[in-house]
């Protein structure tokens, strides 16, 4: 299985803020890595795929980069609703893996 | 725009067969390049794929329930659903069902079901 490992597991930062959580790939997934966000109590939502690629209605203000085995989710200027628990998910090869999460916190 | 409902039992005793159902409304369970998922997360902690189905019948499961899991699709009704057997304790989780836009290996999931806790106890 490729494991995923998000950095940090918990980060306290401001409305304003830029924040920046990090995912990487135990090996190679090219491009095949996406991004959701939970709120506590709801389902998690889609952000990014294929790395980079922006889902209709996402605010401009996430976005994602990255390649191979490392990859980035930043979110600029931190809105009161960004405050949730971020995962990114490899689909390379089955069984698909989630990252065991970053929680975002108000400082 | 595409909605799922998950539906079931909240209370599973141990040993017994797990099962859940997934609502889609919106669209048509067999139209487009879709799969349709599991994914569970036990409390507090993150989230395990369980597999998913096409509507015309190709299956993928995660290894490490393979044995124990069952996913169909019920074209008629626009439904699919999720049978877990010989469950215990650690089986107690959200289940999420979702929809999978794959080309595969791309694979994302949007939109997903609210979620259904089930607990497995006597």
């Known amino acids: 299985d490729i494991q995923m490992t998000q950095s940090p597991s918990s980060l306290s930062a401001s409305v304003g803020d830029r924040v920046t959580i990090t995912c990487r790939a135990s090996?190679?997934?090219?491009?095949?890595l996406n991004w959701y966000q939970q709120i506590p109590g709801k389902a998690p939502k889609l952000l990014i795929f294929?790395?980079?690629t922006l889902q209709s209605g996402v605010p401009s203000r996430f976005s994602g980069s990255g390649s191979g085995t490392d990859f980035t989710l930043t979110i600029d200027s931190l809105q009161p609703e960004d405050f949730a628990s971020y995962y990114c998910?490899?689909?390379?090869?089955?069984?698909?893996?989630f990252g065991q999460g970053t929680r975002l916190e108000i400082k | 725009q595409v909605q799922l409902q998950e539906s079931g039992p909240g209370l599973v005793k141990p040993s017994q067969t797990l099962s859940l159902t997934c609502t889609v409304s919106g669209g048509s369970i067999s139209s487009g390049s879709y799969y349709w998922s599991w994914i569970r997360q036990h409390p507090g902690k993150g989230l395990e794929w369980i597999g998913y189905?096409?509507?015309?019948?190709?299956?993928y499961y995660n290894p490490s329930l393979k044995s124990r899991v069952t996913i169909s699709v019920d074209t008629s009704k626009n439904q699919f659903s999720l049978k877990l057997s010989s469950v215990t304790a650690a089986d107690t989780a959200v289940y999420y069902c979702a929809r999978a836009y794959t080309a595969i290996p791309r694979a994302w999931f949007d939109p997903w079901g609210q979620g259904t806790l089930v607990t497995v106890s006597s």
């Open positions: 294929a790395a980079s």
């Open positions: 189905m096409f509507y015309s019948g190709s299956t």
């Open positions: 998910q490899q689909s390379y090869s089955t069984p698909i893996t």
């Open positions: 090996q190679g997934i090219s491009s095949y």
